[in-house]
């Protein structure tokens, strides 16, 4: 089972930073990731935007328990990844995860494997029905469908796309392995010149090219709700004091430590990336 190349696409698809307290929104959005044709949930996330911040909080498979929240801070230009379970969070800056991004562009675009030159620059055909709101990416390698929602106003499919920008990139950074973002990052590009928020979002992966034998599928639904409930602002408040209380480590002591998430699924065959690391997480 391929299950860290999947675990955060979605809601890679689910994703962060806004664009300024003038400009945000307070809005919600319920995630749910599955692969293939499974009738059990991969994980889910819950995201919070709320006061120029956007708050993720991550559940896996069964457990009702959050493993590992996610703030993304831009008016610092920064991100924080927090353990509730062991107490422990790491910061990362903007600047370090573009560069890592863009040296891991350089890298694949280099490869001998088409696949990852494709990762590193990935083209599509695009198509966008305006009377649906689907949207649809086609490549021998990859293929998304989305289906979407009309946001509210242009900023707040501003809000939704800079946070899906970033959230795609440390999802690159903070897992080995994981899938380049620059193809994420042309959906995202799309969403936001639709102005739209996705309301599924279906992936089919086929690293051989036009081959079946190897693929696998990603869905990601998608509930979006346009004001913060009361449990969400306790949850908020929660994550406010948990950046004052708990350890702060270093990002390579915080990997080492964190509670089971993606590192402790299954990796993914070579074949799936390009490298024998663990793949995205979500």
Same mark, same amino acid.
């Given at each position: 089972?391929?299950?860290s ?6 809601t ?54 959050t493993?590992e ?35 891991l ?14 990762l ?6 695009? !198509?966008?029905? /305006?009377?649906?709101? @689907? +949207?649809?990416f #086609?490549?021998?390698w %990859? ?6 929602? *009309? ?15 970033w959230?795609a ?24 010149a639709h ?8 992936l ?5 090219g ?6 696998y599928?990603?869905? !990601?639904?998608? /509930?979006?709700?346009w @004001? +913060?409930?009361? #449990?969400d602002?306790? %949850? ?6 948990? *950046? ?29 990336t390009?490298?024998g ?6």
């Amino acid at each position: 089972m391929r299950w860290s190349i999947l675990v955060r696409l979605g809601t890679t698809i689910a994703a962060l930073c806004l664009m300024g307290a003038a400009m945000s929104a307070e809005f919600r959005i319920e995630t749910t990731v599955v692969i293939g044709d499974s009738a059990e949930a991969l994980s889910r996330n819950t995201t919070l935007f709320h006061s120029a911040v956007v708050y993720d909080y991550l559940t896996l498979g069964a457990t009702n328990s959050t493993s590992e929240t996610t703030v993304f801070d831009p008016g610092r230009q920064r991100i924080f990844l927090l353990d509730p379970r062991h107490r422990i969070q790491s910061e990362f800056a903007r600047e370090d995860i573009e560069k890592f991004v863009e040296w891991l562009r350089t890298h694949a675009a280099g490869d001998a494997n088409p696949y990852l030159r494709f990762l590193a620059k990935p083209t599509f055909e695009e !198509s966008f029905d /305006r009377q649906t709101g @689907e +949207l649809r990416f #086609e490549s021998p390698w %990859m293929t998304y469908h989305l289906e979407t929602h *009309l946001a509210p106003s242009h900023a707040v499919a501003r809000q939704y796309g800079e946070f899906s920008h970033w959230y795609a990139r440390l999802n690159t950074m903070t897992n080995p392995g994981a899938l380049p973002p620059f193809a994420r990052a042309r959906v995202n590009e799309a969403l936001e010149a639709h102005r739209r928020i996705p309301r599924r979002v279906d992936l089919v992966v086929t690293p051989q090219g036009s081959s079946k034998d190897e693929r696998y599928e990603l869905h !990601s639904d998608h /509930r979006v709700g346009w @004001e +913060l409930t009361a #449990e969400d602002l306790r %949850m908020i408040d929660r994550t406010r004091r948990e *950046l004052g209380e708990f350890e702060r480590l270093a990002p390579e002591a915080y990997a080492r430590r964190r509670a089971p998430t993606t590192a402790a699924m299954e990796r993914p065959p070579e074949q799936v990336t390009g490298t024998g690391r663990r793949a995205a997480r979500r």
